[in-house]
């Protein structure tokens, strides 16, 4: 496993977060996002962590970094699927994502970004 | 890593494969799935499987059975995603996947999934 596969949906990228993130994963991730992103002119991003039972310092920061790449290529982007244990862990841990919105599902998120872009 | 996610997209699912499977996170993404399309009363199921660089036979055999228990429940499956070099390596060890739609990307895949979905 070297690289996280980028899905291309209409105007969105997805990305689903499966496994443990390490350093390189991160940096490729990153990498692959803002080139779609540039090919694409894709206008949002949804990262899908409904995998994962423990989201950490890292990984809060690499989203808050991919977070505010896509910004600064015009893309939104939306975090979904978090676990209900996930996100007491991350309160109790006084962990914020700040920068970053959520949404309960992909369905909720996609709907999320529809109207983000239609505002603008 | 003890399941694999499966998201809803509106009256489709998408699967995407990143790790490499074994005989509990097939039985179990069997049994996830067709709870997942009773529930949702989903008419297809999106196999993604761009992060893999070998498909064996095992997995081609996992793919075949999902896609003969979505056929029971009435949901279509369409495997998208596959790298030139696994399609390569297919065709040279004379495996087949019988049964099972392909599309090259998640897009494509989705608009065929509609297409049939409207011809029922």
């Known amino acids: 496993m070297d690289r996280i ?13 499966q496994v443990d993130m390490h350093d390189q994963l991160a940096l ?3 990498d692959d996002l803002s ?7 894709s ?14 310092s890292f990984i809060g920061r690499m989203i808050g970094t991919i977070s505010g790449l896509s910004k600064i290529m015009d893309a ?6 978090m676990q209900p ?3 007491i862990t991350l309160v109790e841990l006084g962990l914020t994502l700040p920068g970053v919105s959520t ?11 529809r109207e983000r872009v239609l505002a603008q």
Chains 1, 2 share one sequence.
């Open 5 to 17: 596969p980028i899905l291309r949906m209409g105007e969105f990228l997805l990305v689903t977060i």
């Open 28 to 30: 490729t991730l990153q």
């Open 35 to 41: 080139e779609h992103i540039s090919r694409y002119g």
């Open 43 to 56: 206008k949002g991003v949804l990262i899908d962590i409904s995998a994962l039972d423990i989201v950490d």
């Open 76 to 81: 939104e982007t939306v975090l979904v699927g």
């Open 85 to 87: 244990a996930v996100a």
């Open 103 to 113: 949404a309960l599902n992909v369905e909720r998120g996609m709907r999320l970004l």
